[in-house]
């Protein structure tokens, strides 16, 4: 499951956890959320919670060292 999302963030930076979600429908939004949990605590990807509009992903730099 990360390395499907981590590969759309890649592709597509800034873009939002339920965009994701919707490219991957046989996940759910839990799921999504849980794997990008993970991603971030391993520094791999950041992210920003942009009030109303939800949570913005980006790969962080860390990840191509």
């Not at 999302?5 to 339920?18: L, W």
């Not at 949990?37 to 009030?51: A, H, M, P």
Request: net charge positive; hydrophobic share 40%.
């Amino acid at each position: 499951i990360t390395d499907r999302i981590f590969e759309i963030i890649a592709h597509a930076p800034g873009c939002q956890m339920r965009q994701v979600a919707h490219l991957l429908p046989d996940l759910s939004l839990r799921q999504v959320f849980n794997a990008l949990r993970y991603l971030s605590s391993n520094g791999q990807v950041n992210l920003k919670v942009e009030g109303q509009e939800g949570v913005t992903i980006t790969v962080s730099p860390r990840s191509f060292n």
